[in-house]
């Protein structure tokens, strides 16, 4: 079973950073693309970023590109989401995911998902 546990979610002010943190349990970790997608109120779900199991290979949305930076640490089985420059439209809730394959904009390429993690970015 694995077990995917955000922390690091809060409430920051506009134009301010926050991480995002996801510890993964199991011994295959580096083995998995992991990625973070967001769901603000009353919408969908989206896909925020992606980084392959190696670490070498990492994707963005259009809309945090230049200001979320995500990173993957095989010792700690972790993945972090380096979030700054922070705006208002940026709120929401945070979801960790281990895709089932390579990384995706489809949350139907997602394996496993983490319990979320409220940001809220105040103008």
């Known amino acids: 079973q694995v077990q995917l546990v955000e922390s690091g979610g809060g409430l920051v002010q506009a134009g301010g950073s926050l991480r995002l943190s996801c510890a993964a349990s199991?011994?295959?970790?580096?083995?998995?693309?992991m990625g973070w997608f967001r769901q603000a109120p009353g919408k969908e779900l989206d896909f925020v970023s992606g980084?392959?199991?190696?670490?070498?290979?990492?994707h963005y949305a259009d809309s945090v590109k230049g200001r979320f930076t995500i990173s993957r640490d095989k010792s700690k089985n972790t993945v972090y989401l380096q979030m700054n420059s922070l705006k208002p439209e940026d709120t929401a809730v945070y979801y960790c995911?281990?895709?089932?394959?390579?990384?995706?904009?489809?949350?139907?390429?997602?394996?496993?998902w983490g319990q979320g993690t409220q940001v809220t970015v105040s103008s």
């Open positions: 199991g011994r295959t970790f580096s083995s998995y693309a």
């Open positions: 980084i392959s199991g190696g670490g070498g290979n990492t």
């Open positions: 995911a281990r895709f089932k394959r390579a990384c995706s904009d489809y949350v139907s390429e997602v394996w496993y």
